[in-house]
């Protein structure tokens, strides 16, 4: 059962912290769980696991598609690893090796892909990756996840150090608000209603959930009725949820941190495709760009992806209907 926080500036909870002291935690119980990096472990704070589990801590070094055939491997042994570097690392540079050695061979790899999208930040575009969810909703049985916060983001690595397969998680790891309440837990496969509406509804998930949720509000304000749906599982999808939430509605949006080809509004927009109701989609994340250079909140406005931005767009929408 989830809840989300009560007031308007919830704390910031630093993602990566979270995700290692939570691997931690297990660790102490579990000695079968593995973590690796590729040179990163004080960025992505593994190096909190490198401190108080070192037998269970392996560094890989710059070579990240050794890292993910070492995991297979682990995996065929019966250990269960964790993988991070910077997403676009663990993503396209090492698609081939998670294809053979993790899903088609049937081996678990839990991988982290930590500053997806706009959080790459100043690191530019050689560090940006807006294609890693259609990377890997293309691979057979994988999953996919987009977690808003450390309470989503500890739940999730709890729950996957107990499931089979590959999966993949694109995180922030630094601070992000914190929208649900601690102790909250989830369902994989399943989204979740934040708030109801009755004209439009907003598709979203990972950092960008606070902005849906705050163009909620404003539009809210205005006398418009919009829905916020958090799908943080990306892949498998929530597909009778969608169906539901877009029944009646004037307009649908899908609002990401990715490319609008291949990512959540592609997934959307396949199942809508298949209903009956013939309702307008409007997908808004990054529109056939590479990466920049620049603070996250400039990268945001550059590429479109503030509150303001999609209280405009929805406005817009609902107008032309």
């Not at 304000?221 to 929530?238: N, Y």
Request: with cysteine.
């Amino acid at each position: 059962m989830w809840k989300m926080i009560s007031g308007q500036s919830p704390a910031e909870g630093e993602m990566g912290a979270a995700f290692a002291n939570e691997l931690v935690k297990i660790m102490n119980t579990n000695r079968r769980i593995v973590a690796m990096d590729a040179d990163l472990a004080d960025a992505s704070r593994f190096s909190i696991i490198k401190k108080k589990v070192p037998g269970q801590f392996i560094e890989m070094g710059i070579a990240e598609a050794n890292m993910i055939g070492v995991a297979a491997g682990m995996s065929i042994r019966g250990f269960i690893p964790f993988v991070h570097s910077f997403a676009p690392f663990v993503t396209r540079r090492v698609m081939d090796q998670v294809f053979m050695a993790g899903a088609y061979s049937h081996n678990t790899v839990n991988i982290y892909g930590s500053d997806p999208g706009v959080c790459a930040a100043a690191n530019g575009g050689t560090h940006s990756s807006y294609e890693d969810v259609a990377l890997f909703r293309s691979i057979p049985e994988a999953m996919i996840f987009d977690p808003a916060d450390t309470v989503q983001l500890e739940w999730l690595v709890d729950r996957l150090a107990e499931m089979k397969g590959v999966h993949y998680i694109r995180a922030n790891r630094k601070g992000v608000p914190q929208i649900y309440e601690t102790g909250s837990t989830f369902e994989i496969g399943k989204g979740n209603i934040l708030v109801n509406g009755t004209e439009a509804v907003i598709f979203t998930a990972g950092i960008l959930l606070r902005d849906a949720l705050d163009a909620a509000k404003m539009l809210g304000e205005k006398g418009i009725s919009v829905a916020v749906v958090d799908l943080f599982t990306i892949k498998p999808l929530d597909v009778p949820l969608v169906r539901n939430c877009v029944e009646g509605k004037k307009l649908a949006v899908t609002f990401e941190n990715h490319s609008i080809y291949g990512g959540l509004g592609s997934a959307v927009a396949e199942v809508m495709a298949e209903c009956a109701q013939a309702v307008p989609l409007r997908r808004i994340g990054v529109q056939d760009r590479f990466g920049q250079v620049g603070p996250v909140e400039y990268l945001k406005e550059t590429f479109g992806l503030t509150a303001k931005h999609l209280e405009r767009e929805i406005e817009q929408a609902l107008r032309q209907r």
